[in-house]
């Protein structure tokens, strides 16, 4: 099967008609004490203005890296490199390039292909093949995908 | 005055106006720009950053500007439709007459969730998967699998009742009706109706399933039905709210629109 490349611009179209939301980059960072305060069942209430504080409250998560139901899946913290262990220069390369993990926390690829993740504001997962379901960690995010994906690759979104 | 009506309701002939104008704006080039414009905003939309489509106050609007901007669409082909809304409260089940053969086609097949009966389906040639999350180019669903239930009327009614539109942080964090509708807080209702279709309706290219456009016309309908129940709660928030659209700021990609504009569908259209 040809796989196309991650220059093939899938959603071309996409940067003319709604361009400018594509260029803002996040600072995750800066806004992380956005996620509120909030019970173990996800009802806790917001604290007023939405800023509880500590900015220390998501945990980061495991980087991983495995074979699930015969694909290659793995993730790591998006600074800390181009691989899971941080060196670099394996398979496709993403975070220099505008693109797919502009504004993204962490890295998370399928087979070497990226998927789009985000991380919520109480500190859940979605990525762009489930987008409208959380998951707890990128593991278990990945893991849902190679489900739903059943054995279909990622195509690589390109958005300006 | 366009009249939106129930999707059951619709006679034989209404239902075939608005499958062959739906296919011909895919056959012209022009379903997918919609496509491009609802993933661009899945993706760019973000809690902690600017955020207009989803996750956010102007998750409503902004849906509302997109639908309207659809049935233009549709109706430069049949200026007769209108879009039907998909009262998942009440057609909860697989064999609904909404995913049959005269209309939106059925569940998928085991095995690939490919769908192969109706106007969409992959065997008719008339609907590529041209933007696409995967390498798949069928439409794909997956009735009832990925969550059992849909939404419940009582679920609904609760939502319904919450009396502020929207809170602090504005985001999927937020107490009150937006974020409560949308899903992202509460009994979940607009992102497990599409878990619950599955395919294409899961991933951020949702609109490629024509699904989506009756899913959130019934969206779009709630929102007014809450306003008529709560005629005192307005639009929040009304002003210098970073990363979100206030009251009176205009929409991305448009630019000529603002949520305030829009709080009056009845300008547009009404429901039946």
Redesign the interface.
Known sequence: ?SRPTRRQV??????S??????A?????AA??D???E?SAD??G??A????SGSGHDMPEPEPFDEMYQGRHIAGWPADSGDSPGGQGGHGKRARRLAGPHD?MDFVVRIDNDDL?V?????GTWIS???????FSTPHALARAAVR???G????P?I?G | MAVRKNQANLTATEKRNFVDAVLELKRAGRYDEFISTHNAFIIGDTDDGERTGHRSPSFLPWHRRFLLQFEQALQSITPSVTLPYWDWTVDRSPRSSLWADDFLGGDGRSGDGRVTSGPFAFSGGRWPMNLRVDGRTFLRRSLGTAVRELPTRAEVDRVLAMDVYDAPPWNSASDGFRNNIEGWRGPNLHNRVHVWVGGQMTTGASPNDPVFWLHHCFIDKLWADWQKLHPTSGYLPTGDTPDVVDLHDTMKPWNDVTPADLLDHTKFYTYA
Do not use: I
């Open positions: 099967m899938l959603y071309g179209s996409a940067a008609l709604a361009g400018v939301v594509l803002a980059p996040v600072a995750h806004h992380a956005r996620a509120v909030r996800g009802h209430h917001p007023a203005g939405g800023h504004g789009h985000m991380r919520n504001a109480d762009l093949v489930n987008h409208y379901e959380k739903v994906l059943q279909a690759d990622l195509v979104v958005t």
